[in-house]
């Protein structure tokens, strides 16, 4: 039998798409994905510290996972526990301090040493290092590498595997934008774009693979560049002329980095979809300041209104944080504004989050933990009811959607509309990946419900919903 590796993993798509990866580094070793942590021979955290809830969560798991774990090597077996990562980068010695039966660490920029680190392991395990208890408890390995390495990742790791209709493609990691609350450029490294034509390549394999969706990865993904100056925006144009991709996406941009060709790109490039995940993070320009965010709330929206006269039917989602040092009603009431403004039909919004070692962690000002709940509440109220705004106003549209999971519900298969909200629909299991146009008939908080339309989808998702 194959050997079993699990995985789960918090946090962001980058955090996902590592994932993958890292099952694609393990597969030639004979390991198998399993979603059972109890029978692992490797169990793995990948996990995020964005927030300190993230990151508590991780020990939180780690707690219980080492209870199975100890089960599993009472019966005879053995199993290595890893935690990869930004936790894993930023508090390596620190959580095996409070995690000490953990085995291996790894940072995110060196998940490609997986398999070497494994057989470390092994080789030490044999040798008689840490050596089990009658409970099944033993001490973990310690072994950590959290290095950044010389030469970036993508230069280790093997062709992805398949991925299947809906594929992501990371094309950029690392920021150097260093907003004040971000640990990004701590976890992740300075900014790397990876060259034009290994992006190709391998978009051109994902689509070779069954992918007509694809969404292309990166902490500051609009900021990519080759070494020759070709920009985003160009990037998008090569990739939309490649036979078979029906629909392409990006994710997370900066308003700092949308420039003249990238606007006119989503005006020019229908398989580019009219839905952009654009960040703003407040409305006031006094916080925005003091995040370092290097953009103002009018820029925000003027790049929004630029947009939507690019590509009419082009909507945008969008990320805040309440409660920053300093930010006060006033403030809050500007990022309300914004809201509004740009129409966001979609959002991420958290209370901020004092991160160690990032500039605004020690910022005079701190917002009381009561009034920071208190605004989220009335953010993601506000959020929540343009949400189910925009869903009502979806039905009745046609909208082309890619089938790519089962349902809760006998026959119920479940996709995306061009805006990224769930579909339902009813149909045989045996459409699944394929793209439909589904015309909705039923509009829910957070999905809609609809029914596939024979006719072949429309390429544009704005002229299908006219």
């Not at 080759?226 to 998008?236: I, N, P, S, V």
């Not at 996709?415 to 909200?421: L, V």
């Not at 629909?425 to 957070?446: D, F, K, S, W, Y």
């Given at each position: 039998?194959?050997?079993?590796?699990?995985?789960?993993?918090?946090?962001?798509?980058?955090n996902?798409?590592?994932?993958?990866?890292?099952?694609d580094?393990?597969?030639?070793?004979?390991?198998?994905?399993?979603?059972?942590?109890?029978a692992a021979?490797?169990?793995?955290?990948?996990?995020?510290?964005i927030?300190?809830?993230?990151?508590?969560?991780?020990?939180?798991?780690?707690?219980?996972?080492?209870?199975?774990?100890?089960?599993r090597?009472?019966?005879?077996?053995?199993?290595?526990?890893?935690?990869?990562?930004?936790?894993?980068?930023a508090?390596?010695?620190?959580?095996?301090?409070?995690?000490?039966?953990?085995d291996?660490?790894?940072?995110?920029?060196?998940?490609?040493?997986?398999?070497?680190?494994?057989?470390?392991?092994?080789?030490?395990?044999?040798?008689?290092?840490?050596?089990?208890?009658?409970?099944?408890?033993?001490?973990?390995?310690?072994?950590?590498?959290?290095?950044?390495?010389?030469?970036?990742?993508?230069?280790?790791?093997?062709?992805p595997?398949?991925?299947?209709?809906?594929?992501?493609?990371?094309?950029q990691?690392?920021?150097?934008?260093?907003?004040?609350?971000?640990?990004?450029?701590?976890?992740?490294?300075?900014?790397?774009?990876?060259?034009?034509?290994?992006i190709?390549?391998?978009?051109?394999?994902?689509?070779?693979?069954?992918?007509?969706?694809?969404?292309?990865?990166?902490?500051?993904?609009?900021?990519?560049?080759?070494?020759?100056?070709?920009?985003?925006g160009?990037?998008?144009?090569?990739?939309?002329?490649?036979?078979?991709?029906?629909?392409?996406?990006?994710?997370?941009?900066?308003?700092?980095?949308?420039?003249?060709?990238?606007?006119?790109a989503?005006?020019e490039?229908?398989?580019?979809?009219?839905?952009?995940?654009?960040?703003?993070?407040?409305?006031?320009?006094?916080?925005?300041?003091?995040?370092n965010?290097?953009?103002?709330?009018?820029?925000?929206?003027?790049?929004?209104?630029?947009?939507?006269?690019a590509?009419?039917?082009?909507?945008?989602?969008?990320?805040?944080?309440?409660?920053?040092p300093?930010?006060s009603?006033?403030?809050?009431?500007?990022?309300?504004?914004?809201?509004?403004?740009?129409?966001?039909?979609?959002?991420?919004?958290?209370?901020?989050?004092?991160?160690?070692?990032?500039?605004?962690?020690?910022?005079?000002?701190?917002?009381?933990?009561?009034?920071?709940?208190?605004?989220?509440?009335?953010?993601?109220?506000?959020?929540?009811?343009?949400?189910?705004?925009?869903?009502?106003?979806?039905?009745?549209?046609?909208?082309?959607?890619?089938?790519?999971?089962?349902?809760?519900?006998?026959?119920?298969?479940?996709?995306?509309?061009?805006?990224?909200?769930?579909?339902?629909?009813?149909?045989?299991?045996?459409?699944?990946?394929?793209?439909?146009?589904?015309?909705?008939?039923?509009?829910?908080?957070?999905?809609?419900?609809?029914?596939?339309?024979?006719?072949?989808?429309?390429?544009?998702?704005?002229?299908?919903?006219?």
């Amino acid at each position: 039998m194959a050997k079993q590796l699990f995985i789960k993993t918090f946090g962001c798509q980058m955090n996902v798409h590592d994932s993958a990866r890292m099952a694609d580094v393990m597969a030639p070793l004979g390991y198998a994905l399993t979603e059972d942590a109890g029978a692992a021979d490797i169990v793995l955290l990948n996990t995020c510290h964005i927030r300190e809830k993230a990151a508590e969560k991780v020990y939180s798991e780690l707690g219980r996972l080492r209870r199975r774990i100890e089960a599993r090597r009472r019966a005879g077996g053995e199993t290595l526990l890893a935690v990869a990562g930004c936790v894993a980068q930023a508090e390596g010695p620190e959580l095996l301090a409070r995690a000490p039966f953990v085995d291996l660490v790894l940072g995110p920029l060196t998940l490609f040493r997986l398999p070497e680190f494994v057989a470390q392991a092994h080789r030490a395990l044999a040798a008689g290092a840490c050596p089990v208890a009658a409970d099944g408890g033993r001490k973990g390995l310690g072994l950590i590498d959290t290095d950044f390495p010389a030469e970036p990742k993508f230069d280790h790791l093997p062709a992805p595997g398949v991925q299947g209709p809906s594929a992501f493609l990371s094309i950029q990691e690392g920021c150097d934008r260093f907003c004040t609350f971000c640990v990004v450029p701590y976890t992740r490294g300075a900014e790397y774009c990876r060259p034009a034509a290994d992006i190709i390549a391998e978009a051109e394999a994902l689509i070779a693979g069954g992918a007509v969706e694809i969404t292309l990865l990166g902490q500051n993904v609009n900021g990519w560049r080759d070494a020759d100056g070709t920009r985003f925006g160009d990037l998008l144009r090569r990739l939309a002329g490649l036979p078979g991709l029906k629909a392409l996406r990006y994710t997370t941009s900066h308003p700092r980095e949308v420039d003249d060709a990238l606007i006119a790109a989503h005006g020019e490039l229908q398989v580019l979809v009219p839905f952009l995940h654009l960040p703003v993070q407040s409305g006031s320009d006094r916080i925005l300041k003091a995040m370092n965010r290097g953009h103002t709330a009018a820029h925000y929206l003027d790049l929004v209104a630029r947009l939507k006269a690019a590509r009419p039917g082009l909507m945008v989602s969008s990320d805040f944080i309440v409660g920053f040092p300093g930010e006060s009603e006033a403030d809050f009431a500007a990022t309300l504004e914004v809201v509004e403004r740009a129409d966001v039909i979609q959002a991420f919004a958290f209370k901020y989050s004092p991160r160690p070692g990032t500039p605004a962690a020690s910022l005079p000002d701190q917002v009381p933990e009561a009034v920071k709940e208190e605004r989220l509440a009335r953010l993601m109220a506000r959020l929540d009811a343009r949400q189910m705004a925009f869903n009502q106003a979806s039905v009745g549209r046609r909208f082309p959607v890619l089938l790519d999971r089962p349902g809760r519900r006998p026959g119920q298969l479940v996709g995306r509309s061009p805006y990224m909200q769930p579909v339902h629909v009813m149909t045989e299991t045996a459409r699944l990946g394929e793209l439909v146009e589904v015309e909705i008939e039923a509009a829910h908080p957070h999905s809609l419900a609809g029914v596939i339309l024979e006719a072949p989808p429309r390429q544009d998702p704005e002229r299908a919903c006219a």
